[in-house]
């Protein structure tokens, strides 16, 4: 009797072993197969994601939605500053180029940028930095370039100057081929800006051609009009930077006037008076208009 005791307690104990070694292995086992069911859930996802059809078609759904269709594009023409930082982030969330999910994304953020648009006011009281910006020779280099490098130089400068605008606090007002408008609420965060931008553009090379750009740079008081600003004080600033030619930053009057010596003195920069008789008499600008170039800038 003792001994079958003995036997039968070895066996429960032998059995309980082979249970318990069951039990162990158990959730791993299925922790295995929880984890192959989600990677498979998440690659049939990223599949249909990348479905040209889905893609496709909600592409096809963006060209009807108010708003700038090609929102998400550094490229892109339009497009108020609060959408925009909102994009960038979204660039980060949904970096696949090619996914629906992305595409579905901008275009949300493309009606909010249209409803911000259509809600502007004007502000003419504001007091507002406006910089205008162009490269130097690029349509001729363009044009021997062909439209693929092309591309690919104006994304590299986007991707170089906008950055430093932004994070200066200016807002990217509209692109417009090869140059930008952007405001800025100070002068000297504009300035600034600027510097930081043609450092950054000195890393730039597209095939031989490292860009420039000139800069015109006036503070005024605009008409805000939607997301744009039109008025007189445009017009100058748009002077400032035609005058800039080869590649020179300059500044209105207006501009040099509010700007700190020592302020001027700690960035190394100096102001020197920008001659350029005939665009006294460009249409839309005060005939007594005078600029100054930024050197060091």
Known sequence: MSVDTGSSGAADEGGSADDGDAADSAPDGSARRAAEFLDSVRESARRIDRSPQLVGLVRRARRVLPGDQGFGDPLSVAGDGGARAVARVAERVFPDSTGASREAGFAALQVWQAVRERTGRGEGDTE??????????????????????????????????????????????????????????????????????????????????????????????????????????????????????????????????????????????????????????????????????????
């Open 128 to 297: 507002v930095t406006l910089v205008f910006t162009d490269l130097v020779s690029f349509s001729t280099w363009a044009l021997g370039a062909g439209d693929e490098a092309t591309l690919r130089l104006l994304r590299a400068v986007a991707g170089a100057v906008e950055p430093e605008i932004v994070a200066r606090g200016g807002r990217v007002v509209k692109r417009m081929g090869d140059g930008l408008l952007a405001d800025f609420r100070s002068p000297e965060r504009a300035l600034e800006a600027v510097v930081a931008a043609r450092a950054a553009l000195a890393d730039v090379d597209v095939d031989g051609y490292r860009p420039v750009i000139r800069v015109g740079i006036h503070s005024g008081h605009p008409r805000r009009m939607g997301d744009d600003w039109l008025g007189v004080d445009v017009n100058i600033a748009a002077r400032m930077m035609e005058a800039g030619r080869d590649g020179n930053v300059v500044i209105s009057e207006a501009v040099r006037g509010v700007l700190d010596p020592l302020w001027l003195q700690e960035q190394d920069l100096r102001l020197k008076e920008h001659r350029r008789f005939f665009l006294s008499r460009a249409r839309g600008v005060p005939d007594d208009l005078r600029m100054y170039r930024v050197e060091g800038a």
